[in-house]
């Protein structure tokens, strides 16, 4: 076993001789080192040590830098990434195997244009993480700030070494003549010329030797020879179908809507030199009113557009368009126009014909009156309005107010009815004329002794009560007319029919109050009762017993002694204040 | 009342040296957002925001290392007061080895933070040697368990134990049992402790084979007299009684294993330090000194 201290020595030994052992094959470096070192620095791996670490101070940037001459020389000359660098392991990290990465980047936070001098801006931001794409050597030292680094000349060097002349990197590469200043050539752009691709003019890549003397070196001449050789005495670079053509030099100046009338509608034919007779409007416009006007079209309509003529409807129609006229369209009353919104303006048919300026010739088929009036309407109607509000009844203008006043004329003169008379035949002022006796014949035909037509709803406001039989006096003034004269269906003098009646109706209380005393006492109410209240009379003494009411009895109420009972009374069983209570005093007071 | 045994007390150490493992453990990967470092390849590891602090040479790292190492030499010092005799009155064997196995897997987790999961060249041999040092504790401490011992820790001797076991038998039979439960204890121990020599083996299985047999005996004391609690007491009398009868019969067996493991055990102690020293001064010759940057 191994429990002796010899065997132990003995174990310690061995182990002691295995590290002398590899120390001596040069392998106590690599047997003592954290981890592989990476591809770069593999000649490095073994007992190579010192190469980079310096007894007592770690990894020194001085042991690095004697290899890495180039960076030693920027970091003296302060430039470029290592400006200011002191030690080299906080960036690169050894001892990570051989895959480690020694030139660890963050590209999210590394400032191109600071650290390297050159911006990645415009299309070469997108690049700024993907460093590979330039840096295609083992040095990021290696690329340079040059197009031609990266970028081939589609130009063969035919425009120089400077791309930067034309291109930017705020576009793509390809999209130069976004930024091409092109007034800095021989042949500015302007008009539409600047929305020209450049392959148009430079064809097959061509930029140098493009002839521009002359428009038709890229443009073609459309008008045969006819015209001025000089394209801009006419066109200019604004837009090619742009015309500066001095048309008020001609014998036809543009006014109005002419202006913005394309060329070829007059100018039919691309050479635009066919004859064009401007003499006449019918030259190029049809005559929608055919035959109705024939004459001179400047009369009704100017140049600045057809349907805003100045045609004046008063002096040229001899009718003038008032009140509600004056808003119609014309073909309320033309109704030849044409009013397919469909069809241009300049085509629909406007004939005028046949249009009179009586009143029937456009109301012809309204007319309300069958005629019956005759055709002067104007004699009640106005154009301000077509109801013949304003019309007073030429005979008895008082009959016509007050509530007459609001009726309108078909309520009373309605043809078909025979009690209303046509022009012919004037209505009566009688008022069975128009209204129906709603008291069915029980009063006389004079309505006016007691209703007024200035009162509302015909009210009877010239009854007066006090000319019947009964004066209404006391509580009667109070009373609602139908307590008395209710509404019945009965045979009435007329007719018999559903009315309220006012006759027959006797002047005696029981023709309106019910006998509450049920036949006790006569029906000479009167004798106790009076119209001021119904109730018995606070003066009412009993005419035999006055006796009997002085003294204790004096101190009673009518109804200690007359109670409500319900028991049989001449008039019949019911409840009722009994009057005929005896004498006795046992009476009223039981207990005798 | 197991806390206050020796092999209670080992049991909590373990499981207070794991929960303080697996603290530390969990305050670097979550505290120091450790998991981000450690989980990052190593080839672009360097540059992660964690490499200054948790590389092995980091502010952190470096530390780790440190309280790794410290934390390894208090085993040593448990094995020098176990051999120098003027030591064996400073503090208890138990609470020496208590400290032992607490040091001895806490200081393995911050060695392990230290090397940053990178396991290589010369150092390497240290660490897998320290992780044997380890696993192989776990397996010296149940050994150390199996011989019987003193509350203090010390191994008892044969008349200890007999005196034990006597007074254990003596308790039994003062004890108001049935006959046939009696007969069951016997039963009982009859298949619990060992005939003869031990293997290996069983040695191993031995703690197993008790608890199930005893609550079989507890099972079978439940249909002789129905009524479990009265003899709660009985039956850990006689499993203790049976455990200490079955361990005095492996203890030559266990004794002998022991001594084969601290051939395993220690040498390895050795070759782990023997490179540790190596590389700590390899490290503070290269300038590689903590607590100074």
């Given at each position: 076993m191994c429990r002796s201290s010899a065997?132990?020595?003995?174990?310690?030994?061995?182990?002691?001789?295995?590290?002398?052992?590899?120390?001596?094959?040069?392998?106590?470096?690599?047997?003592?080192?954290?981890?592989?070192?990476?591809?770069?620095?593999?000649?490095?791996?073994?007992?190579?040590?010192?190469?980079?670490?310096?007894?007592?101070?770690?990894?020194?940037?001085?042991?690095?830098?004697?290899?890495?001459?180039?960076?030693?020389?920027?970091?003296?000359?302060?430039?470029?990434?290592?400006?200011?660098?002191?030690?080299?392991?906080?960036?690169?990290?050894?001892?990570?195997?051989?895959?480690?990465?020694?030139?660890?980047?963050?590209?999210?936070?590394?400032?191109?244009?600071?650290?390297?001098?050159?911006a990645l801006d415009g299309t070469h931001a997108r690049l700024a993480r993907q460093c590979a794409s330039c840096h295609t050597g083992?040095?990021?030292?290696?690329?340079?700030?040059?197009?031609?680094?990266?970028?081939?000349?589609?130009?063969?060097?035919?425009?120089?070494?400077?791309?930067?002349?034309?291109?930017?990197?705020?576009?793509?590469?390809?999209?130069?003549?976004?930024?091409?200043?092109?007034?800095?050539?021989?042949?500015?752009?302007?008009?539409?010329?600047?929305?020209?691709?450049?392959?148009?003019?430079?064809?097959?890549?061509?930029?140098?030797?493009?002839?521009?003397?002359?428009?038709t070196a890229c443009h073609t001449e459309p008008h045969e020879g006819r015209f001025s050789a000089s394209c801009t005495s006419c066109h200019t670079t604004a837009t090619w179908r742009t015309q500066t053509v001095q048309h008020a030099k001609t014998a036809f100046p543009l006014k109005g809507a002419h202006v913005q009338v394309a060329c070829a509608k007059c100018h039919a034919g691309t050479a635009m030199t066919a004859p064009v007779r401007y003499g006449s409007c019918a030259a190029c416009h049809v005559n929608v009113h055919r035959e109705s006007i024939t004459g001179d079209c400047a009369t009704c309509h100017t140049e600045t557009s057809f349907r805003?003529?100045?045609?004046?409807?008063?002096?040229?129609?001899?009718?003038?368009?008032?009140?509600?006229?004056?808003?119609?369209?014309?073909?309320?009353?033309?109704?030849?126009?044409?009013?397919?919104?469909?069809?241009?303006?300049?085509?629909?048919?406007?004939?005028?014909?046949?249009?009179?300026?009586?009143?029937?010739?456009?109301?012809?088929?309204?007319?309300?009156?069958?005629?019956?009036?005759?055709?002067?309407?104007?004699?009640?109607?106005?154009?301000?309005?077509?109801a013949a509000k304003d019309f007073r009844h030429p005979q008895a203008p008082d009959f016509f107010a007050g509530e007459h006043r609001a009726v309108t004329c078909e309520k009373c003169h309605v043809p078909d009815r025979a009690l209303q008379p046509a022009r012919a035949a004037l209505?009566?002022?009688?008022?069975?004329?128009?209204?129906?006796?709603?008291?069915?014949?029980?009063?006389?035909?004079?309505?006016?002794?007691?209703?007024?037509?200035?009162?509302?709803?015909?009210?009877?406001?010239?009854?007066?009560?006090?000319?019947?039989?009964?004066?209404?006096?006391?509580?009667?003034?109070?009373?609602?007319?139908?307590?008395?004269?209710?509404?019945?269906?009965?045979?009435?003098?007329?007719?018999?029919?559903?009315?309220?009646?006012y006759r027959p109706t006797e002047a005696t209380c029981v023709t309106c109050h019910t006998d509450p005393h049920l036949g006790q006492v006569d029906q000479r109410c009167e004798t106790c009762h009076t119209a001021t209240s119904f109730k018995v009379g606070a003066a009412y003494r009993h005419t035999d017993l006055d006796d009997f009411f002085q003294g204790f009895h004096g101190r009673y109420t009518c109804r200690d002694c007359h109670k409500p009972e319900r028991r049989h009374y001449p008039a019949g069983d019911g409840l009722a204040v009994r009057f005929n209570v005896g004498r006795a005093c046992a009476s009223c007071h039981p207990q005798f | 009342m197991a806390a206050s045994s020796p092999t209670g007390a080992l049991r909590n150490a373990v499981v207070l040296s794991l929960l303080a493992a697996a603290g530390i453990a969990s305050y670097i990967f979550i505290g120091l957002d450790g998991w981000a470092y450690y989980a990052t390849p190593t080839a672009v590891r360097g540059y992660t925001a964690g490499h200054q602090l948790l590389r092995p040479a980091g502010r952190v790292g470096h530390l780790f290392g440190v309280f790794g190492f410290v934390m390894m030499l208090v085993p040593v010092a448990y094995a020098v007061r176990k051999?120098?005799?003027?030591?064996?009155?400073?503090?208890?064997?138990?609470?020496?080895?208590e400290v032992h196995i607490f040091c001895g897997i806490v200081g393995p987790v911050f060695v392990t933070f230290h090397t940053s999961f990178k396991f290589g060249g010369l150092?390497?041999?240290?660490?897998?040697?320290?992780?044997?040092?380890?696993?192989?504790?776990?397996?010296?401490?149940?050994?150390?368990?199996?011989?019987?011992?003193?509350?203090?820790?010390?191994?008892?001797?044969?008349?200890?134990?007999?005196?034990?076991?006597?007074?254990?038998?003596?308790?039994?039979?003062?004890?108001?049992?049935?006959?046939?439960?009696?007969?069951?204890?016997?039963?009982?121990?009859?298949?619990?402790?060992?005939?003869?020599?031990?293997?290996?083996?069983?040695?191993?299985?031995?703690?197993?084979?008790l608890r199930r047999e005893a609550s079989a005996l507890r099972a079978a004391a439940e249909a002789i007299d129905g009524?479990?609690?009265?003899?709660?007491?009985?039956?850990?009398?006689?499993?203790?009684?049976?455990?200490?009868?079955?361990?005095?019969?492996?203890?030559?067996?266990?004794?002998?294993?022991?001594?084969?493991?601290?051939?395993?055990?220690?040498?390895?102690?050795?070759?782990?330090?023997?490179?540790?020293?190596?590389?700590?001064?390899?490290?503070?010759?290269?300038?590689?000194?903590?607590?100074?940057?």
């Amino acid at each position: 076993m191994c429990r002796s201290s010899a065997e132990r020595l003995a174990l310690c030994l061995l182990l002691l001789l295995c590290g002398a052992s590899a120390a001596a094959a040069g392998q106590l470096g690599a047997l003592l080192s954290p981890g592989p070192l990476s591809k770069a620095h593999r000649s490095l791996e073994g007992a190579k040590c010192a190469q980079c670490h310096e007894a007592g101070r770690k990894v020194s940037a001085t042991r690095c830098l004697t290899c890495h001459t180039p960076v030693a020389e920027r970091i003296a000359a302060r430039k470029g990434v290592h400006r200011q660098v002191t030690e080299c392991v906080s960036c690169h990290v050894e001892h990570a195997g051989v895959d480690g990465d020694l030139r660890h980047l963050d590209t999210a936070r590394f400032n191109h244009a600071t650290e390297a001098g050159y911006a990645l801006d415009g299309t070469h931001a997108r690049l700024a993480r993907q460093c590979a794409s330039c840096h295609t050597g083992r040095s990021y030292l290696d690329a340079r700030p040059a197009c031609a680094t990266c970028h081939a000349d589609p130009h063969k060097g035919a425009l120089g070494a400077t791309c930067t002349a034309c291109h930017s990197t705020a576009a793509a590469f390809r999209d130069a003549r976004t930024h091409f200043d092109h007034a800095t050539a021989r042949f500015p752009l302007t008009g539409a010329h600047q929305r020209t691709t450049c392959e148009q003019c430079h064809k097959g890549g061509v930029f140098r030797g493009v002839a521009f003397a002359s428009c038709t070196a890229c443009h073609t001449e459309p008008h045969e020879g006819r015209f001025s050789a000089s394209c801009t005495s006419c066109h200019t670079t604004a837009t090619w179908r742009t015309q500066t053509v001095q048309h008020a030099k001609t014998a036809f100046p543009l006014k109005g809507a002419h202006v913005q009338v394309a060329c070829a509608k007059c100018h039919a034919g691309t050479a635009m030199t066919a004859p064009v007779r401007y003499g006449s409007c019918a030259a190029c416009h049809v005559n929608v009113h055919r035959e109705s006007i024939t004459g001179d079209c400047a009369t009704c309509h100017t140049e600045t557009s057809f349907r805003n003529g100045t045609f004046d409807h008063a002096t040229q129609a001899r009718f003038p368009l008032e009140g509600k006229h004056t808003a119609l369209a014309c073909v309320k009353c033309h109704t030849t126009v044409s009013a397919d919104n469909t069809v241009p303006l300049a085509r629909r048919t406007a004939d005028f014909s046949g249009a009179r300026t009586e009143c029937a010739s456009c109301h012809a088929d309204v007319d309300p009156h069958k005629g019956a009036f005759g055709r002067a309407c104007d004699a009640c109607h106005r154009t301000a309005t077509f109801a013949a509000k304003d019309f007073r009844h030429p005979q008895a203008p008082d009959f016509f107010a007050g509530e007459h006043r609001a009726v309108t004329c078909e309520k009373c003169h309605v043809p078909d009815r025979a009690l209303q008379p046509a022009r012919a035949a004037l209505p009566s002022f009688a008022c069975g004329t128009c209204h129906t006796d709603p008291h069915l014949g029980q009063l006389s035909q004079t309505c006016e002794t007691c209703h007024r037509v200035d009162a509302g709803k015909f009210a009877a406001a010239a009854f007066s009560h006090a000319r019947t039989q009964l004066p209404l006096t006391g509580r009667h003034e109070t009373t609602g007319c139908e307590k008395c004269h209710p509404r019945e269906t009965r045979a009435f003098p007329s007719r018999t029919g559903t009315a309220v009646r006012y006759r027959p109706t006797e002047a005696t209380c029981v023709t309106c109050h019910t006998d509450p005393h049920l036949g006790q006492v006569d029906q000479r109410c009167e004798t106790c009762h009076t119209a001021t209240s119904f109730k018995v009379g606070a003066a009412y003494r009993h005419t035999d017993l006055d006796d009997f009411f002085q003294g204790f009895h004096g101190r009673y109420t009518c109804r200690d002694c007359h109670k409500p009972e319900r028991r049989h009374y001449p008039a019949g069983d019911g409840l009722a204040v009994r009057f005929n209570v005896g004498r006795a005093c046992a009476s009223c007071h039981p207990q005798f | 009342m197991a806390a206050s045994s020796p092999t209670g007390a080992l049991r909590n150490a373990v499981v207070l040296s794991l929960l303080a493992a697996a603290g530390i453990a969990s305050y670097i990967f979550i505290g120091l957002d450790g998991w981000a470092y450690y989980a990052t390849p190593t080839a672009v590891r360097g540059y992660t925001a964690g490499h200054q602090l948790l590389r092995p040479a980091g502010r952190v790292g470096h530390l780790f290392g440190v309280f790794g190492f410290v934390m390894m030499l208090v085993p040593v010092a448990y094995a020098v007061r176990k051999k120098v005799k003027r030591l064996r009155e400073f503090g208890s064997m138990k609470t020496w080895l208590e400290v032992h196995i607490f040091c001895g897997i806490v200081g393995p987790v911050f060695v392990t933070f230290h090397t940053s999961f990178k396991f290589g060249g010369l150092i390497s041999v240290a660490y897998w040697s320290m992780v044997a040092v380890v696993l192989s504790g776990f397996i010296g401490r149940y050994l150390f368990m199996q011989i019987p011992r003193s509350l203090r820790g010390l191994e008892l001797t044969q008349t200890d134990l007999d005196r034990r076991t006597s007074e254990l038998a003596q308790w039994l039979s003062a004890a108001m049992v049935s006959e046939r439960l009696l007969h069951a204890i016997d039963a009982f121990e009859e298949r619990v402790v060992p005939v003869g020599p031990v293997s290996y083996g069983s040695l191993f299985r031995g703690d197993r084979l008790l608890r199930r047999e005893a609550s079989a005996l507890r099972a079978a004391a439940e249909a002789i007299d129905g009524a479990p609690a009265v003899h709660d007491d009985v039956i850990a009398i006689a499993t203790e009684r049976a455990l200490l009868r079955r361990r005095m019969a492996s203890l030559h067996t266990t004794r002998r294993l022991f001594e084969l493991w601290h051939v395993f055990h220690m040498p390895l102690v050795y070759i782990m330090f023997a490179i540790v020293v190596a590389h700590v001064a390899v490290t503070l010759y290269m300038g590689y000194v903590p607590f100074v940057g």
